[in-house]
C-alpha cells in the first residue's frame, strides 16, 4: 500500500507546509535498481585505522570515487569539507580507539562532514566486539562506538543511514559483502545497528550473482514479503522453490513461472509437513528462509485458545520442526545458510499481539541458540527484524497505529518488501556464514525496543 503523506511532504507546496508547521519531513530513499553494478554511486570517503587500509583495497570495486582525510595516496584523493564532493558513502575504522581520551577521533572524523553528505549517505563504523577485549577500558571503548553509532544514525538527515560492524579475527575478508550490503541502496531502511563479523571461509565468487549455483527455499512466498525475497534470491542466482499453503496455488505458481523456479504447496503446520517438504527436495537446499507468518491480535484477556495456538504453530513450531527435520535428514547441506522471519515486536513487545510476539522473540531465541551448535556444519542461522513494512499485513492495521507504525522511525516512514529481501539475500550468501546467531532489525531505526 503506498504512503501518500510521503507523496504530499516531497510535493512542493507540502514540503512548504510541512516544514512551516514543524510535521516530520520522510524523503524518498534510493533504493537498489536491477541491472546496477555498483553499490556506491558516487563518493566515498574512507578514514581511521588500520583497517581503513584494507577498506581502500576493496573501494575500488565499490566506487570509481574514493576519498580519504589525510595523505595516504593508496586510500584515494584527499577530501576536503567544503571543497570535495558530497559523500555518498563513509567508512571509519575505530577499531584501534582503545582509550576514552581517543574516542574524540570520532567528532573529530565526523563533525566536518555531517554537511557534506548527499541523498541517502551510507555510513559504517568498523569496531571490535568488546566482548573480545580483554583490557576492560579498551573493551568500554569499543562499547562506546555502539552508543555513538546509534545516536548519530538517529541524527542522519535525507534518508541517511549509519551501522557499527564489530570484525572478528579473521572476518576482515568478508568485508567487502558487508560493506556491499551496508554501503549500498540495498540496506535503505536499515539503520542504527550493530553487527558481528566472524571468520568465514566460503566466499562470494561473482557479485553480479551472488548466489549462483545455490538452491533456495522461500516459504510464504505467494505474496508480500516472501514474494519479494523469492525475487530477490532468483535475481541474486539462487534456483528458487516457492512454498505457500494450497489456497494461493495460482499466485505462487505464477510467480514461480517468472523466477523459472518451483512451487510447493503446503500447510507448513500439516502433520507431515516435515516429510512431504524432505520429499519434495530430493537434491537438497542451501538457503532455507522461515518467512510465512500470521497475526491473530487480541490483548491477553480476549486472547483465545485458537488465535494463540495458530500463530504459535505457524510462526515458531513449524520453522523448528521444519529445520531440524532438514538437517536431520542432510537435506539441508553443509554451508546452509537459514533466515528466520522475526519481528521487532518480538523485540520491543507489542499491545495486542503476545502471542506474535513470543513467537518472533522464540524465532530470535532460536537462532542464537542454535548457530553455535550448526558452526561444526558450517550452517549459520540469523533473524530478520521487520519494523514496519508496507503489506497487506500492515494494511490491516487501523489508520492511527499505521501512521505511527510509519513515523516512529529515524527514517519516518514504512520499509518496502524489498527492504526485507535485500537483507535476506545479503545474510544468504555464502561469505555471510560470518554473521550468526544475530537478529538484524530492518526497520528505519525505529524507536520500538531500540
Ligand atoms: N509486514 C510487516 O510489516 C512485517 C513486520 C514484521 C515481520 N513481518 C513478518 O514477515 C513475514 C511476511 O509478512 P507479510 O507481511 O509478507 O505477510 P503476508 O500475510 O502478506 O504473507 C504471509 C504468507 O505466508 C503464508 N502462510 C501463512 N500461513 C502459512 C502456512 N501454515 N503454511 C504455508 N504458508 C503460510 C500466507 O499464505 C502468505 O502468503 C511474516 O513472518 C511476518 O510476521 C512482517
Not at 569539507?81 to 563513509?90: F, M, R, S, T
Not at 505474496?223 to 523469492?230: L, P
Not at 488465535?307 to 532438514?326: E, G, K, R, S
Not at 545458510?337 to 524465532?363: C, D, E, F, H, P
Amino acid at each position: 500500500m503506498s504512503d501518500r503523506y510521503i507523496d504530499f511532504a516531497n510535493s512542493a507546496f507540502g514540503h512548504r507546509l510541512v516544514s512551516a508547521i514543524g510535521l516530520p519531513s520522510p524523503v524518498r530513499l534510493e533504493r537498489w535498481q536491477a541491472g546496477r553494478l555498483r553499490p556506491i554511486d558516487g563518493a566515498l570517503l574512507i578514514g581511521g585505522g588500520p583497517l581503513a587500509q584494507q577498506v581502500g583495497e576493496l573501494a575500488k570495486r565499490l566506487t570509481d570515487a574514493t576519498y580519504h582525510y589525510g595523505n595516504d595516496p593508496s586510500l584515494g584523493t584527499p577530501w576536503i569539507p567544503g571543497h570535495g564532493p558530497k559523500l555518498k558513502a563513509v567508512v571509519f575504522d575505530a577499531s584501534d580507539l582503545v582509550h576514552t581520551d581517543q574516542l574524540k577521533q570520532l567528532r573529530e572524523f565526523f563533525q566536518p562532514l555531517m554537511k557534506n553528505l548527499d541523498h541517502s549517505p551510507h555510513l559504517v563504523i568498523l569496531g571490535r566486539a568488546p566482548e573480545t577485549i580483554d583490557q576492560p577500558f579498551a573493551a568500554s571503548a569499543q562499547r562506546a562506538l555502539e552508543g555513538f553509532s546509534r545516536s548519530l544514525a538517529k541524527e542522519l538527515r535525507d534518508g541517511g543511514t549509519l551501522q557499527l560492524l564489530y570484525v572478528g579475527a579473521g572476518a576482515e575478508e568478508q568485508l567487502e559483502g558487508a560493506l556491499r550490503f551496508f554501503l549500498s541502496p540495498k540496506s535503505a531502511f536499515v539503520s542504527g545497528q550493530v553487527v558481528r563479523l566472524q571468520a568465514c571461509a566460503a566466499q562470494v565468487q561473482d557479485w553480479s550473482r551472488p548466489l549462483a549455483g545455490r538452491k533456495a527455499l522461500v516459504t510464504g512466498a505467494a505474496r508480500g514479503i516472501g514474494a519479494s525475497i523469492a525475487e530477490t534470491l532468483a535475481r541474486d542466482g539462487a534456483d528458487v522453490v516457492l512454498l505457500d499453503v494450497p489456497p494461493a496455488k495460482a499466485d505462487l505458481e505464477a510467480l514461480a513461472a517468472r523466477l523459472g523456479g518451483r512451487s510447493i504447496t503446503l500447510d507448513i503446520c500439516a502433520a507431515d509437513a516435515a516429510e512431504q517438504l524432505i520429499e519434495q527436495l530430493p537434491d537438497g537446499i542451501d538457503i532455507v528462509v522461515h518467512n510465512a507468518g500470521i497475526t491473530r491480535d487480541k490483548t491477553l484477556a480476549n486472547m483465545t485458545p485458537e488465535f494463540w495456538d495458530a500463530v504459535l504453530a505457524v510462526n515458531l513450531n513449524a520453522p523448528q520442526v521444519l529445520t531440524q527435520a532438514l538437517l536431520d535428514s542432510g537435506t539441508l547441506h553443509d554451508e546452509g545458510r537459514v533466515i528466520l522471519l522475526a519481528s521487532i515486536s518480538g523485540i520491543a513487545g507489542n499491545r495486542g499481539q503476545t502471542n506474535y510476539a513470543a513467537s518472533k522473540a522464540g524465532l530470535i531465541g532460536l537462532a542464537q541458540a542454535w548457530a553455535p551448535l550448526l558452526q561444526q556444519r558450517t550452517i549459520s542461522i540469523n533473524a530478520v527484524a521487520p519494523g514496519f513494512i508496507e503489506t497487506q499485513m500492515t494494511a490491516h492495521i487501523p489508520f492511527a497505529l499505521r501512521e505511527a507504525g510509519r513515523r516512529m522511525s529515524s527514517l519516518g516512514q514504512g520499509g518496502l518488501p524489498q527492504d526485507v529481501a535485500e537483507a535476506v539475500a545479503w545474510l544468504a550468501q555464502p561469505g555471510s556464514g560470518a554473521v550468526t546467531g544475530q537478529a538484524l532489525r530492518v526497520c528505519g531505526q525505529s524507536v520500538l525496543g531500540a
